[in-house]
């Protein structure tokens, strides 16, 4: 299946300012339309997965907005609600980013924030309950940087009735806070709530490692949607390199076992749509 790109790019090449601790899931609360049109970018390309803007929104963050628990809830529930209204036919995955997201200060991409597991657990299941219960068609536990988090989430998801894609973060082949990937796999291996296991938000050149061992450690779909390939400079606070984007590398990777393939930063439409002709021709093979 095609999954979609990535919507905060497609909302900055709209002209939308993203330049916030809630990211995209600002336009919730102020422009909920700016997302149902990129959605719908997606759709028109071939995505047949949309992952919801709620990545980084959390009852945490909306309270900072001067938001109350009903109000925060109604924004994270909407999310599922504006993906579906974009593509109705189609999958909706309600993404739930991990701690560090929320905090906006990068540590998403090195995990390790002191917490222990529990502290991580009691942190996500509220958002994950008010997503389960607006309906998507699966949980899209994303852009994860280490273990313990991963087996926080897993716990959270316990008894949600809805099934869930876990994926992490990763720099060759570990998560960003350094444990091997076949270590961070395992503990999805035996949940039958997981039904699939992958990475995100990572350079191309990592996913095709990282499929053959999520693959080989659960025997489960794996999920992938890397970046474009391009770095973003600090210093110039610009893209620099080569887009690469996922159609090229689709073929290799749909034969080591991925089933969902996407993108993810500075991946947009025109990207997702040269991915659907690519596993569109793979199918007819």
Known sequence: MVLDGGLSHQLAAAGHDLDDALWSARLLADHPRALLTAHRAYARAGAEVLITASYQASFEGFARRGLDRAAAADLLASSVRLARRAQPDGWVAASVGPYGAVL?????????????????????????????????????????????????????????????????????TRTRAGQPLAEAFAVAADSAQVVAVGVNCCAPQDVGPAVRIAAEVTGKPVVVYPNSGERWQPASRSWQGRALGPAPLAAGWVRDGARLVGGCCRVGPAAIAELAAELTALRAR
């Open 104 to 172: 906006a200060d990068g540590s998403e991409y090195r995990g390790r924030y002191g917490l222990s597991v529990a502290a991580l657990e009691r942190f996500h299941r509220p958002r994950l309950e008010v997503l389960a219960a607006a309906g998507p068609d699966v949980l899209a536990l994303e852009t994860v940087p280490d273990l313990d988090e991963a087996r926080a989430m897993l716990r959270a998801i316990e008894g949600l009735g809805v099934p869930a894609w876990l994926s992490y973060s990763v720099a060759g």
